[in-house]
T-cell receptor
């Protein structure tokens, strides 16, 4: 049973560019959440997708957008990259209607470096 | 606004000792409190979690103690091993009625267990 997978593993972009990160949830999961983890800090919630709609959003600007596909996989897009966007981007999946719907399982993350 | 405060920032323990990490929260709407373990280059892994109607939960060497009136909870790692050396994050969750859970993380504790 594959866990949460993310691609790419590492990414280097230039300030002002746009980036797309991808996530496939754990088998049986229907909800995907994205988090940003700056070096030495705890993950910060960006947004959550369920049934292809953004259900919750954290305190992140509109430059951060996402999408969920019918197969539950998800993309995170960041436009007009800033140096401060350099971080580990984590995807977490869960099962909204499940008995353990509070449990979120994380992927290995995508390390984004903006130069 | 930091809704979950974690201490200490770093902790060094001898092999076989007890590691204790503390967290305090502000929002009484939180209704689920997980702990995550993160190794360098990896995503956080769910370790153990507790609901506010329980004062203690134990799984193997890991125990959560929960004090609802004080809005505090702690992780105890008994018989700490060098393999436990990692960063530990406490978190708190509010689950929406039509959306999944949203994790609010503490700042993290870097645990080092010396052999």
């Amino acid at each position: 049973d594959a866990g949460v997978t993310q691609s790419p593993t590492h990414l280097i972009k230039t300030r002002g560019q746009q980036v797309t990160l991808r996530c496939s949830p754990k088998s049986g999961h229907d909800t995907v959440s994205w988090y940003q983890q700056a070096l030495g800090q705890g993950p910060q919630f960006i947004f959550q997708y369920y049934e292809e709609e953004e259900r919750q959003r954290g305190n992140f600007p509109d430059r951060f957008s996402g999408h969920q596909f019918p197969n539950y996989s998800s993309e995170l897009n960041v436009n007009a990259l800033l140096l401060g966007d350099s971080a580990l981007y984590l995807c977490a999946s869960s099962w909204l209607a499940g008995m353990s719907s509070y449990e979120q399982y994380f992927g290995p993350g995508t390390r984004l470096t903006v130069t | 606004q930091q809704q979950v405060k974690q201490s200490p920032q770093s902790l060094i323990v001898q092999k076989g000792g007890i590691s204790i990490i503390n967290c305090a929260y502000e929002n009484t709407a939180f209704d689920y409190f997980p702990w995550y373990q993160q190794f360098p280059g990896k995503g956080p892994a769910l370790l153990i979690a507790i609901r506010p109607d329980v004062s203690e939960k134990k799984e193997g060497r890991f125990t959560i103690s929960f004090n609802k009136s004080a809005k505090q909870f702690s992780l105890h790692i008994m018989d700490s091993q060098p393999g436990d050396s990692a960063t530990y994050f406490c978190a708190a969750v509010i689950k929406g009625e039509t959306s999944g859970s949203r994790l609010t993380f503490g700042e993290g504790t870097q645990l080092t267990v010396n052999p």
